[in-house]
């Protein structure tokens, strides 16, 4: 996936490579798993759009091309999540003019991307099987044609499309993060893909348990991509993060938001004790920093 923060496209460090990732479940299991619905079929190809919301974030779907893209788009569709996500956003936020929310199948060069030229967030079908692929495999025999009990195997299938909707939707608001510095200028101080992570952990994780599973499951996909990745290949100079930072950066966030209820995710490997002992102040930091971006844009109630 592509989080990308202007006009031209980038890929990210998460959606640079193709991986072939062959994990256990047990070896990778960083986070909890939390059930979702099975992806249901949605047989009108035709474009459909959402109502826009009063954030001006409308969102439509084009039709798919191929199998993989029908998958996908029917999995969007199912679960509405560039609907929950737009509406969410709309009900916080003004926008000075529309960000729409284009669903569609990709070339092979495209990713998920917000466009400052188009003024449009990109949302790749092609996504969902990438993501979906990548848990599939780190979980392992469970969802092979060797498993031995339906019920396992049904729960495992429920907890990858879980975990495929978290990832989705912490992309869309870590794009709606940059659509928002881009259409209300805001002022950032720091490298700007992290700061759309950042806004991502701070819209999500007030949710919830939904919004913090949605966290664990994108610091759990960074983890699966660090692990897949040889030292040596990784760019420092890349605006992006390396994957690795990223995954612990979402843990950190996670964990300073409620330090005693998050003590597991402090396991000495992605996320240490001595970076532990600073994350309830970069969570209080980035709140802060968020909600003073965002004062002049909010939505009165």
């Not at 990732?21 to 035709?46: N, P």
């Not at 939904?210 to 040596?232: C, H, K, M, N, Q």
């Not at 990784?234 to 612990?248: I, L, N, Y």
């Amino acid at each position: 996936m592509l989080h990308h923060a202007g006009g031209r496209s980038r890929p990210s460090d998460r959606g640079r490579r193709r991986r072939a990732l062959g994990r256990t479940a047990a070896a990778l299991a960083v986070m909890g798993v939390c059930a979702g619905a099975t992806t249901a079929c949605v047989g009108d190809e035709s474009q459909a759009a959402a109502s826009p919301t009063s954030g001006g974030l409308p969102v439509s779907y084009e039709p798919a091309k191929g199998g993989a893209g029908a998958e996908g788009r029917a999995f969007l569709m199912e679960r509405r999540i560039p609907e929950r996500v737009a509406r969410a956003v709309g009900e916080r936020v003004r926008l000075p003019a529309d960000v729409k929310i284009v669903a569609r199948s990709c070339g092979d060069s495209e990713q998920d991307v917000y466009d400052a030229e188009t003024g449009r967030i990109v949302i790749c079908y092609g996504s969902v099987a990438e993501i979906r692929g990548m848990f599939e495999e780190a979980l392992g025999e469970a969802l092979g044609d060797g498993a031995d009990d339906g019920a396992d195997d049904g729960d495992s299938r429920r907890a990858v499309d879980a975990k495929t909707a978290g990832v989705l939707t912490e992309t869309l608001y870590h794009e709606i993060a940059h659509a928002l510095k881009d259409k209300l200028r805001l002022p950032v101080t720091g490298r700007e893909e992290d700061v759309a992570d950042q806004f991502a952990a701070y819209s999500l994780i007030p949710e919830g348990s939904s919004g913090v599973a949605a966290i664990l499951d994108a610091a759990e996909s960074y983890t699966l991509y660090a692990r897949d990745t040889d030292p040596e290949d990784v760019d420092f100079s890349d605006e992006h993060s390396p994957d690795a930072a990223r995954a612990a950066n979402y843990r950190c966030y996670v964990y300073g938001s409620a330090p005693a209820r998050h003590k597991k995710l402090v396991d000495g490997e992605t996320l240490t004790k001595e970076r532990a002992e600073l994350c309830e102040g970069e969570y209080q930091d980035l709140r802060r920093g968020w909600d003073a971006l965002l004062k002049p844009y909010r939505v009165s109630r």
